[in-house]
């Protein structure tokens, strides 16, 4: 990534802004700084499938983990 920032508007829910701004409390971070982390993360992950298609599909290939 270049080490130049650029802006980035997006439109989520109530809801979900209010959980990811508690998430970014309990973790010692900005607003801007969870989210920014938030979505490298999730880009990451798009490459890697190669496609949303897979991307959101991949759960369904994979067996589901029981907790203990």
């Not at 270049?2 to 508690?22: A, G, N, P």
């Not at 998430?23 to 801007?32: D, K």
């Amino acid at each position: 990534m270049s080490s130049k920032s650029e802006y980035l508007t997006i439109r989520v829910d109530t809801e979900l802004k209010e959980e990811i701004s508690k998430a970014a409390q309990i973790e010692h971070r900005s607003l801007s700084n969870i989210s920014k982390l938030l979505l490298e993360y999730a880009w990451g992950q798009y490459l890697a499938a190669g496609s949303m298609h897979e991307l959101l599909n991949r759960n369904e290939k994979e067996p589901h983990r029981t907790s203990k």
